[in-house]
């Protein structure tokens, strides 16, 4: 069954790159942020670092949303193999160059922000809506689970060795996509509409609004958060991605289902719940679990959703880097709030911050109200009729078993009464012999 939901044949290349690309991603840039922190350069040299850091990610993905869409699967080899050597370059940073370390670092964040969208369209492309959420929920219950490897394997190695473990690991996702890609259709699809007319319309701003809020509240809050769990912070990371990656199959499921909206607004409602008690009870071993709990449910039901499947389900039938460049932005440059905002963290008062973002998570439920659902109704009620035939079919089986049952039964009785009928006569006839 789950071979047949998850279309593994059609699936394979697009579940590797994803898995490959997001695990990258989450690794590279925290040894960016090491590396970058570790030089002995001047707080705003740094900082200077940093921006273009962003700014690469930033241009690249609009550029690359462009052209990519052109020759996508060609384009994406490429991308591997610039991901492979931007990430082994990061060796090279030092504090004694620093116009070489902001070139290295520009080069770095173009190769990530430029494939990203078409590696989200390429899995959008090889799912349909009927089964969207369900691969999604199966890619990041395994980046959640590698990635819990892999910071076990970062936490032992030096800082060279983690940068060629992670060079090798973008390596292996080139050539096995490139294997795995082979026979790989692409589907057809038309031309995107321009930005501009994305921005303006009506679903799109209903999705995105929550969105981007989301993400700007959980990364502004990170260095607070840090600062309140302190050395336990680092146990609740590493847990959590546990949590995300039961979740995460669980909401895509779901999402396939009932449809995307409830799942996303469950995410949200949730979120608020988690930062309102935060707000309201004092930081202790009890809140770290609750915020264990909560924040891993949230995140495996957002991520799977709200991050590789609706933006795919907006596109439709059209190229769909750009839809997956709106809606991955948001979530590539929110990291920056944490750089700027982890200096003034500790003149933060920490009820006011999370009071603040349960308000404001709050309100960006009311969008979702009024949003469309991304899956089709056609979907949802070929789902409830399939599932209403189902249960029809197995009800008439136990009725025929029954029926079957009590036949056998009534027969049996039938040739019970039979046989004593019979040993009644035989019984007579013997009383008379004898």
Same mark, same amino acid.
């Given at each position: 069954?789950?071979?047949?939901?998850?279309?593994?044949?059609?699936?394979?290349?697009?579940?590797?790159?994803?898995?490959?690309?997001?695990?990258?991603?989450?690794?590279?840039?925290?040894?960016?942020?090491?590396? $970058?922190?570790?030089?002995? %350069? &001047?707080?705003?040299?740094? /900082?200077?670092? #940093?921006?273009?850091?962003?700014? =690469? +990610? !930033?241009?690249?993905?609009?550029?690359?949303?462009?052209?990519?869409?052109?020759?996508?699967?060609?384009?994406?080899?490429?991308?591997?193999?610039?991901?492979?050597?931007?990430?082994?370059?990061?060796?090279? $940073?030092?504090?004694?160059? %620093? &116009?070489?370390?902001?070139? /290295?670092?520009? #080069?770095?964040?173009?190769?990530? =922000? +430029? !494939?990203?969208?078409?590696?989200?369209?390429?899995?959008?492309?090889?799912?349909?809506?009927?089964?969207?959420?369900?691969?999604?929920?199966?890619?990041?219950?395994?980046?959640?689970?590698?990635?819990?490897?892999?910071?076990?394997?970062?936490?032992?190695?030096?800082?060279?060795?983690?940068?060629?473990?992670?060079?090798?690991?973008?390596?292996?996702?080139?050539?096995?996509?490139?294997?795995?890609?082979?026979?790989?259709?692409?589907?057809?699809?038309?031309?995107?509409?321009?930005?501009?007319?994305?921005?303006?319309?009506?679903?799109?701003?209903?999705?995105?609004?929550?969105?981007?809020?989301?993400?700007?509240?959980?990364?502004?809050?990170?260095?607070?958060?840090?600062?309140?769990?302190?050395?336990?912070?680092?146990?609740?990371?590493?847990?959590?991605?546990?949590?995300?990656?039961?979740?995460?199959?669980?909401?895509?499921?779901?999402?396939?289902?009932?449809?995307?909206?409830?799942?996303?607004?469950?995410?949200?409602?949730?979120?608020?719940?988690?930062?309102?008690?935060?707000?309201?009870?004092?930081?202790?071993?009890?809140?770290?679990?609750?915020?264990?709990?909560?924040?891993?449910?949230?995140?495996?039901?957002?991520?799977?959703?709200?991050?590789?499947?609706?933006?795919?389900?907006?596109?439709?039938?059209?190229?769909?880097?750009?839809?997956?460049?709106?809606?991955?932005?948001?979530?590539?440059?929110?990291?920056?709030?944490?750089?700027?905002?982890?200096?003034?963290?500790?003149?933060?008062?920490?009820?006011?911050?999370?009071?603040?973002?349960?308000?404001?998570?709050?309100?960006?439920?009311?969008?979702?109200?009024?949003?469309?659902?991304?899956?089709?109704?056609?979907?949802?009620?070929?789902?409830?009729?399939?599932?209403?035939?189902?249960?029809?079919?197995?009800?008439?089986?136990?009725?025929?078993?029954?029926?079957?049952?009590?036949?056998?039964?009534?027969?049996?009785?039938?040739?019970?009464?039979?046989?004593?009928?019979?040993?009644?006569?035989?019984?007579?006839?013997?009383?008379?012999?004898?």
């Amino acid at each position: 069954m789950l071979r047949d939901k998850t279309a593994l044949r059609a699936t394979a290349p697009s579940i590797l790159l994803v898995l490959n690309s997001f695990v990258w991603w989450i690794f590279i840039s925290a040894i960016f942020n090491s590396t $970058v922190n570790d030089l002995n %350069l &001047l707080e705003t040299q740094k /900082l200077y670092l #940093f921006i273009t850091f962003y700014v =690469g +990610i !930033g241009v690249a993905a609009i550029v690359g949303s462009k052209l990519f869409p052109r020759t996508r699967t060609k384009s994406l080899y490429v991308w591997l193999f610039i991901g492979t050597i931007a990430t082994f370059l990061l060796t090279a $940073v030092s504090s004694e160059t %620093l &116009l070489i370390d902001i070139l /290295l670092t520009f #080069f770095l964040g173009t190769s990530i =922000g +430029i !494939g990203l969208p078409s590696c989200l369209s390429y899995f959008a492309d090889s799912t349909s809506v009927k089964n969207r959420g369900f691969v999604g929920g199966i890619i990041w219950s395994i980046v959640g689970v590698t990635a819990l490897i892999f910071a076990f394997l970062v936490n032992m190695l030096g800082h060279s060795e983690a940068i060629i473990a992670l060079t090798m690991w973008r390596l292996f996702g080139c050539f096995a996509f490139i294997v795995l890609s082979r026979k790989h259709a692409t589907p057809a699809t038309q031309k995107a509409p321009s930005f501009l007319e994305l921005i303006r319309k009506r679903e799109i701003l209903l999705y995105l609004f929550p969105w981007v809020m989301f993400c700007f509240i959980n990364f502004a809050e990170l260095p607070i958060l840090e600062r309140e769990f302190g050395a336990d912070f680092v146990f609740v990371q590493l847990a959590e991605s546990v949590f995300v990656g039961i979740v995460a199959v669980v909401g895509g499921f779901i999402a396939d289902i009932a449809g995307r909206k409830r799942v996303v607004i469950a995410g949200f409602v949730m979120l608020g719940i988690e930062y309102a008690a935060l707000s309201a009870f004092s930081i202790s071993p009890a809140t770290l679990y609750l915020f264990l709990i909560f924040d891993g449910i949230t995140w495996g039901l957002l991520v799977s959703v709200f991050l590789t499947v609706i933006w795919g389900d907006l596109g439709e039938n059209f190229e769909k880097e750009k839809y997956y460049m709106l809606g991955g932005l948001p979530y590539l440059l929110a990291n920056f709030l944490y750089i700027v905002i982890k200096p003034y963290a500790g003149d933060i008062p920490s009820p006011t911050a999370f009071s603040f973002a349960s308000f404001f998570l709050f309100l960006a439920v009311l969008p979702l109200m009024y949003a469309p659902e991304t899956l089709p109704e056609k979907t949802i009620r070929e789902r409830e009729l399939k599932n209403y035939i189902e249960k029809a079919q197995k009800e008439a089986t136990k009725a025929q078993k029954k029926e079957e049952e009590n036949t056998q039964r009534e027969n049996g009785d039938a040739e019970v009464e039979s046989e004593g009928e019979d040993f009644k006569e035989k019984l007579k006839e013997a009383e008379k012999y004898y």
